[in-house]
């Protein structure tokens, strides 16, 4: 089973805490990877809020022919980072030869554009790197947004510490907003962009369980926008259907819950709302999901939130202080990072709600 | 000595022998009696016995009048091997065995010079059906762990009406962050995903029909489940019309348009929608051959629903009035979606066809969002009267035919905005939840099925030629006939039962095979679950193969 984990704070926190997080939920994992993704990115990339960010993992032809691309379609890098690694013998990683944040200005005919514009770039962007990388694995884009970066590799993810030298807290690398896991995929082949968390124009999605409903929401899925592609873990689709509910439909984030785990016929008939309640269900059925699941989610706005599936058959805890709330698969790594907080007022969210924390770490139960 | 005349029927031409035995006779005449076809009778045979009575032999005749039970030697009355006879005899002298030798297919047409017509049953292919050869193959297992069939609660609905994309819903965001409905959306029912197909009243007797609507009217006031049953092409009792009970009923008009002059007057006096509307088009027993209801079913109270003299009633194979998908979709779904207000769903039933696809591609593209299902017929069903060469030779099985349709709209990403309704066969071997549910896996959203609900009544025809005469008005069983005798042999009361005890059982069923995949709502859809030891049925519906 995954363990995930996610962590919210007015302040800039290092991702050693996400280490952390994770590290006493090892038992539940199996210590095959790490992934996360930071949102509201602090340090050396505070000033940089703006400009977009692309996060990838690459051979050296594979950087080559990235950075070709981007200087073809006129972007124009204005930063560059890249992590210092400590390869001791012995680590149990899958390393790429290359990590690569850098971070653009957008190609001056976009500059003044509209923010809806500039958005499809970047995605059409990542989309065209991804896919021009593909070949023979030179390498793997997995974000392409402003203040957001993603790393993801195969391994022990205590190795994978290391080996980036993250279980030391700095204070160049940081962020408001971290989600991790540390499980590669098991249901399908352990490929780097299987690893949840996924991300996709500004959200962020990362899931705890198995999706039953894989296919159907595949099927669906495919077809609704360019950017669903991919699919190589069931849990891609909560990605696909926030963005799709959220950014393409625009509907509040409370019907997220009522897309992907629908209330019962019975229940609708009760609701002054029926008739929204019951048009939405039969026209998304096949973005509804089924089995065991716990969701976390990142909005671009960096609100977080939580939901599961219909019968809560997988845990999820919320653990807060007055500067930073953690949501997270077990209370024990809430332990870990928030020990002096009153337990007493964690959260165990049920099956018909959705907890959301905003900007203000301010907490909402929204029941569906 | 007669002289041989071997154009003579006798009962070795006829698929059916009857069986007897006059020892065992009582000559209660029980049997005669209760054969709705004639084709026995009571007769008189001349024997002749040789005895001796004296001490040395002195052999005599004797001859005596014997009465006994005859087979009649007549095409029009041969017997349909039904097993009444054997059924009513007390002492099992009587029963009527299979005819190998059969001459009935070339006699019939030499004598009558036209075509046999018989009840709808298949009885060309006897191969393993294409549904028992896929199995339940994706069990839930530790990460995503089963469900609990008794404990869990399931939602098991399925939608019937036009279903818009999610994208063109008129919905807007209000200050309170709620969504609002801002313009009108088509009308869609959720049902219960079985709908007890459309059986006229005229094929079906009165008492059948009534026993099917009482069952119907039970399961949904008593036991929760909203299951619809539409009304063939026959038009409704004025009575259920006016009726609450109206709402259970999907009316049905057919290119016959029988029924519909007085379900059009009754409209004013309704105190309920109907539960839908569904154009016939075609039928998957007998594609290309129109309903046959033959004069001797037309009985008086038929003639009054429908408005008709006591006369054969054929629908015709096609609407006369339509041409293209174009104009059927504006005319005729447009016209009865108006007519009760765009407030009742309006699908389609055509036959399973080599075609189904452009026909369902047609509909699904209509830029009008008025056809609210497609009801896709198949082969191996059907109840009705036809003429035998389309029985036999005509039709397209429904698995495929349903699955290519599930993926035509899904390669357009429109899956699901038309609703899939499947038949043809389903529950053939008595497990219809096993059926539906593998139906639904492969992109179906309900079945709807008949002839199951005639054997639930107690209909004693199969597959193998046995009874089959739909058609003649006799059934011996009171299910399709009018004749009063014959209709009061049914027992409505319990007729409607099975019906109820069988959608209970179905309905645990459904949650016994819902359960172990890890789905709490249908899976419609999900062929992931499904799986294969024949490689060429994997290949076809696109699932796993697996040996």
Known sequence: MCRIGAIKSSNYVHPSQALKLMESQQKGHDNSGFAMVMHDLGGIFENYKHLPTLSMACTDEGLKLAEDIMHEAGFQRVMQWVPETDPQPGLDIHAMPNYVFETFDYPRYFRNGEQQEKEELLLDMRLKLRKALEENEQGFVYSFWPDVVTLKEIG???DIGTYFKLWTPDDKFTAKVITAQCR?????????YAAHPFFMQGYTALANGENTFYLKNVEAQRKLHRGYIGFESDSQCF?????YVHRELRWPLRYYKHVVTPLPFDDIERREDKEQLLALRQSLAHLEINGPNTIIGVLPDFTMFTCCDAKKLRPVVIGRTDDTVVISSEVCGINDILPDRDWETDIYPHEREIVAIDNNLEVQRWRQ | METMRVQSVTPNDMPWKIKYDASRCTLCGSCVAACSFRAIECKVER???VFSEGELPDPQQRFSAVPVIRQVKDIQHYCRGCGICEKVCPNDAISPERNQDTRHPIITRCLGGDSIKR????????SVRTLDKLRIGRISQMTDPSLDAQRHSFDMLAPFGRILPAETLPFSVDNNDNLQVEDSMPPVRWIYPVVIGDMSIGALSWRMWEAVAMAVAYLNEECGMPVRMCSGEGGVPVRLLKSKYLKYMILQIASGHF?????????????????????KIGQGAKPGDGGLLQAGKVAEHIQAIRGVPKADLLSPPNHQGLYSIEESVQKMFLSFNAAFKFRVPVAIKVAASATSVSVFN????DPYNIVGGFFLDGIDGGTGAAHEVSLDHTGHPIVSKLRDCYQAATAQGRQGQIPLWAAGGLGKTGDLAADAFKMMCLGANGVFTGKLILQMAGCVGNDMGRCNACNTGLCPVGITTQESALVHRLDVDRVAQNIVNYFLAMDTEFKKLMAPIGNSSLPVGRSDALISTDRAVADRLDIQYVC
């Open chain 1, 156 to 158: 022990d993810p205590r």
């Open chain 2, 47 to 49: 024997r002749r016995m």
């Open chain 2, 259 to 279: 029924g519909w002059n007085r379900i059009a007057k009754a409209m004013p006096y309704m105190v309920e929608d109907p539960a839908g509307i569904l154009i």
């Open chain 2, 119 to 126: 009840g709808g049953r298949k009885n060309l292919e006897s």
């Open chain 1, 239 to 243: 990605l696909y259907t926030l963005h």
């Open chain 1, 184 to 192: 590669q995929n098991t249901n399908y082949d352990i490929v780097r």
């Open chain 2, 362 to 365: 047609n509909l699904v593209r």
